[in-house]
């Protein structure tokens, strides 16, 4: 029967009755990454904000580890600024030049790509200089000056949809970025606001997005968040990140994007819907089950 369910590519859009089947581009991120096609899902994973350079080293090191073990490209993340936290007493990291400081000594450290979130455009000449891949927070991704000034750096984006928006929307935002010279787009699905201080995610998403051709990122952690749900602080759900990042492999997504930390409940940002680093290495384990099934039958 799952024969009769699973196609060979994972887009699709019907046609007469018939389902074709789409391909994504394959989008370089570094020297050694790639993500698209039918490869295998890369990792986007690390803390929220820089909150030290220790801390940094540490999941970036064990992410990695773990990463080579079981054969996943591992893309680490961190943010310099969390521009957007719910309060003005919240901590929002040690900011561009410092932050920027730190990515550079998980590069050098452990030779893997680094991504961070850009908010503003001057923000990203500079920050290009270190990152491999610009990331668009959701709230900005349509922020037309901040796409252009992230195309033209030549670097692949990795662009977050916003809450309020629908997939077949995301349309016109690829387009700015083709239109300004960069074809190394990422299209990442974080959920949708759902009434107050709630997220869904509708699964059609990952399929509707993959047909504009680009690879597609599964936003695990985002995706479970309650915007403001704790007053003056952003709450969430970690119990479902698990169940939603296997139903994303299962319908086919091109890389997961996890927070990861030592001790979630100690977080500076996102604690409650981040994953523990010691649960990690079991839940990719899983998650190499399902993408293989799918991406290989």
Known sequence: MIGNLLEEKLCFESKGGKMIVQDTKVVKVGENVSIGGKKRFTLIAGPCVMESQELMLEVAGEINKICKKLGIEYIFKASFDKANR??????RGPGLEEGLKMLQKVKDTYGIPVVTDIHEPWQCEKVAEVADLLQIPAFLCRQTDLLIAAAAT???????????????????????????GNEGILLCERGSTFGYNNMVVDMRSLLEMRKFGYPVVFDVTHAVQKPGGLGNATSGDREYVYPLMRAGLAIGVDAIFAEVHPNPEVAKSDGPNMLYLKDLEEILKVAIQIDDLVKNY
């Open 154 to 180: 030549g670097k692949p984006v990795n662009i977050k949809k916003g809450q309020f928006l629908a997939p077949w929307d995301m349309k016109n935002v690829v387009v700015k970025m083709e239109e300004s």
């Open 86 to 91: 719910s309060s003005i007493h919240s901590y």
